[in-house]
């Protein structure tokens, strides 16, 4: 079992940076594979980013490509997500997932946090 615990969200304005950090409890956070995930209002969840277990690979949807960096930090049992250039467009729900696999493997993520919202102001 891995519980997941986000903070970092808030209200910001476009351009602005924001970093995300989701800290896991439970064994073996360094096998898991981790992502980012976030919901807007009235639309369905989407991907955002995902890294391996050695944090040595990284995956990001397109929209957020080259704004947004994921890393992990597996001493600490961290994740973040460095958010650049804000857009009103991120603004949502913003989810941490985990799962005992490879983080390119198609296995659902079996884990999930709570959430912290996002706002970006035009």
């Known amino acids: 079992q891995v519980q997941l615990v986000e903070s970092g969200g808030g209200l910001v304005r476009a351009g602005d940076s924001l970093k995300l950090s989701c800290v896991a409890s439970?064994?073996?956070?360094?096998?898991?594979?981790m992502a980012w995930f976030r919901q807007a209002p009235g639309k369905e969840r989407e991907f955002v980013a995902a890294?391996?277990?050695?944090?040595?690979?990284?995956y990001y949807a397109d929209s957020v490509k080259g704004r947004f960096f994921i890393s992990r930090d597996n001493a600490q049992n961290t994740v973040y997500l460095q958010m650049y250039r804000l857009k009103p467009d991120d603004t949502g729900v913003y989810y941490c997932a985990a799962k005992y696999a490879d983080y390119s493997s198609p296995k659902p993520y079996d884990y999930w946090g709570q959430g912290t919202q996002v706002t970006v102001s035009s």
């Open positions: 439970g064994r073996a956070f360094s096998q898991y594979a």
């Open positions: 890294v391996s277990w050695s944090g040595g690979n990284t």
